[in-house]
């Protein structure tokens, strides 16, 4: 038991830190007199005392924290602030239960999307930008920003990091220090978010809802403002601008750091994954805008691109925004979208889903294996560009798609014999698991995920969580071995 007290006090800090990040929306409760002051009153006190208690009960405790260690903090963290920051949305929103509170929690947290909340647009402005903030800081990576901050108060973050961090940035630093990395990431992260701020205050916005769609579109979390999402702002021009940004936070952001340190353009030509996110997703665009156009849906291309361009980079990147209901087309394009959510995004990107780098791998594998069967003898590494990837890396991507498609299949079934029809089910458990948002049906992007049971939200939210942790991050603390001494 006492292996776990030195998690809880780095936890304690972690809690104490979120703690602060209420009191954005509480000088905007203040400011706009919107009356959800008390509601951050409570929560701040709530939250902080928590940490305070954890932290100071445990500070006996205190050492450098381990690989085993930074695995269940990241899903105590998670999991643990999640809860926190329901505390608001159920002081001031009447009739909310704890489930489809800690439902929206969590899907702002993992830059989900998915929403229980109707009547946006009545909702006090702050819970709103309570809302996407949690999208905000979750699109990093809270522990990134705690490893920034940790080792000043005697923490070392590297083992957060590594637990937390997807992809190829688990085994490589941009600085020679971590912290210096996490600080990086983080400036170039709020320097294009603030970049995205100012062009939706150019094409439209109120600076209220540049700051809050700007907070979901580099999270890539899809959390509005407005009921009808994009739809109510009816524009071209700020839909553009979404499209440009949400692309933008689907590429790497080590490659950003990179651009930004070196003041060239040259990791973006170097970074395997950048140039077919791109292309992928825009020869997407360009083929559902066809089909539509084609199928009828719009009575000329340039309108079916523009609905086909805003709803395909959206469902693409993971970001869950919509501008028309596309649960109304015909089933292929909206079926095509879910299937783009699953793969397209970057490594070290504001996306969910298996990642670029993932897919690309597999693919080599799965090419490398005809050519053996064709030829037994052939040798034919599977290579990144000019790298071959190691053994325990491909054997890790393999299990790791392994896992997702088990996973999916599991929960889904589990959707379907709570007495969820399939197309509803399916698409709940992969809008879910890669932190899309809207998936299709009952939950698609003209509805909510109001209309679920008790039972099937949590599902979602497990599926939420196990998505934003890349499985296995879950999967291990789960596992029984990893309680065994």
Known sequence: MR??????HVLGMVTMLFSLTMLAPLMLSWWLQDGAVAAYD???????FSGLAAWFGTRRFKRELKIRDGFLLVVLIWSSLAAFATIPLLVQIPGLSFTDAYFETISGLTTTGSTVLSDLDKLPPSINFWRTELVWLGGMGLIVLAVAVLPLLGIGGRQLYKAETPGPMKDSQLTPRITETAKGLWLVYAAITLACILSYRVAGMTWLDAVMHAFSTMGL??????????????SPLIEAVTIVFMLIAGINFASHFMVWRGKSFAPYRNDPEAGLFLGVTLTSVMGIALYLWQMGVYPDFLTALRFAGFNTVSIATTTGFANTDYNLWPAFAPLWMLFLSSFVTSAG?????????????LYKQVYRELMRAMHPNIVWPVRIGDNPVAQNILFAVLAFGFMYMVSIVSMTLIMSFSGLEIVTAFSAVVAS?????PGLNQVGPATTYESLTDFQTWVCTFAMLLGRLEIFTLLVVLAPAFWRR
């Open 3 to 8: 292996n776990v007290f030195p998690i809880l």
């Open 42 to 48: 409570e929560a701040i006190a709530a939250t902080f």
């Open 221 to 234: 979390g899809g959390f509005s403002s407005h009921d009808a999402s994009f739809g109510y702002f009816n």
């Open 349 to 361: 990107s504001t996306g969910g889903g298996i990642k670029m780098i993932r897919a690309i791998i």
């Open 433 to 437: 698991i890669n932190n899309t948002g």
